[in-house]
C-alpha cells in the first residue's frame, strides 16, 4: 500500500539552529515528491519538488531537500531558522493524485 | 494574477442543512482537488477532476458531491449526509501532464453547528 510518514508530529528549534524534518514514502516506483509549508488558516505553498536528476533540491525560503532512494526518504532541511518559519510541514508524493504525510508542526523559540 | 480562489474563508451552517463551497481557478489547469484539513490527519483527498465533466471520489467521498461543467470551476458541497462536517477544505489544481505540482487555495472553514 502507498503511504508517506513524517515520523515527527512537533519539533521545537531554536531561532537560528538547524531544522531538519523526515519524510518516509511507500510507493511502488520513484514518484514526484514535494515538501509544502503551510501557515495557520492557510492554504498550502510550495517550498520545493523532486523528479529526477541531482538528489539534493534546492527551495525557497533556504530550504533544502535530500532524496534518497535507498532509504525512500525525503527529508527537508534548512540551516538556520528564523521565527517566519513557524508552520505546519507537509511531505507528499505521487503522480498528479497526491498523497500527503501528516504533517509536522515546527515552532521557533526565541 | 494567476491562482485559485476559495469562497467564503469562513462558512458557517446549521446541521441538516446542504452548503456548497467555490473552488476558481485561472491557471488553465487540467485537474482540480477537494481535500479536508482535520488538526493532526494531514490532507484527506475527497474529490479529485481530471477533465471537464468528469470526476473521480477520493478517500472519503461520502457525504460529498461535486460538480465539474467548467475547466475553471469545481464546487464542492457539504450534504447533510456528511456526519463530521466541520472541518477546514482545500482546493487545488495542476496539470495533468508535467509537473504534478499542485496550486493550493486560500481554504474555506466550515462550522456546522
Known amino acids: 500500500a502507498q503511504s508517506v510518514t513524517q515520523p515527527d508530529i512537533h519539533i521545537t528549534v531554536s531561532e537560528g539552529a538547524s531544522l531538519e524534518l523526515r519524510c518516509n514514502y511507500s510507493y511502488g516506483a520513484t514518484p514526484y515528491l514535494f515538501w509544502y509549508v503551510q501557515s495557520p488558516g492557510q492554504g498550502l505553498q510550495l517550498l520545493l519538488k523532486y523528479f529526477s536528476g541531482d538528489t539534493l533540491v534546492q527551495g525557497i525560503k533556504g530550504f533544502e531537500a535530500e532524496f534518497k532512494r535507498s532509504q525512500s526518504s525525503f527529508n527537508l532541511r534548512k540551516p538556520s531558522v528564523h521565527w517566519s518559519d513557524a508552520a505546519e510541514y507537509f511531505c507528499a508524493v505521487g503522480w498528479g493524485k497526491l498523497q500527503f504525510g501528516a504533517g509536522t508542526q515546527v515552532v521557533v523559540t526565541p | 494574477d494567476g491562482g485559485i480562489t476559495q469562497s467564503p474563508k469562513y462558512l458557517f451552517r446549521k446541521e441538516g442543512q446542504n452548503v456548497t463551497l467555490s473552488c476558481e481557478q485561472n491557471?488553465?489547469?487540467?485537474?482540480m482537488y477537494w481535500y479536508r484539513q482535520d488538526p493532526g490527519q494531514g490532507l484527506r483527498l475527497i474529490y479529485y477532476?481530471?477533465?471537464?465533466?468528469?470526476?473521480q471520489k477520493g478517500d472519503i467521498a461520502e457525504g460529498y458531491s461535486v460538480s465539474r461543467e467548467k475547466k475553471e470551476s469545481f464546487p464542492l458541497t457539504v450534504t447533510s449526509a456528511q456526519k463530521n462536517p466541520t472541518a477546514f477544505y482545500l482546493c487545488a489544481s495542476n496539470v495533468v501532464l508535467g509537473s504534478q505540482e499542485q496550486f493550493f487555495g486560500p481554504g474555506t472553514r466550515l462550522t456546522v453547528l
Open positions: 477532476s481530471q477533465i471537464v465533466n468528469d470526476f
Open positions: 491557471l488553465n489547469h487540467d485537474a
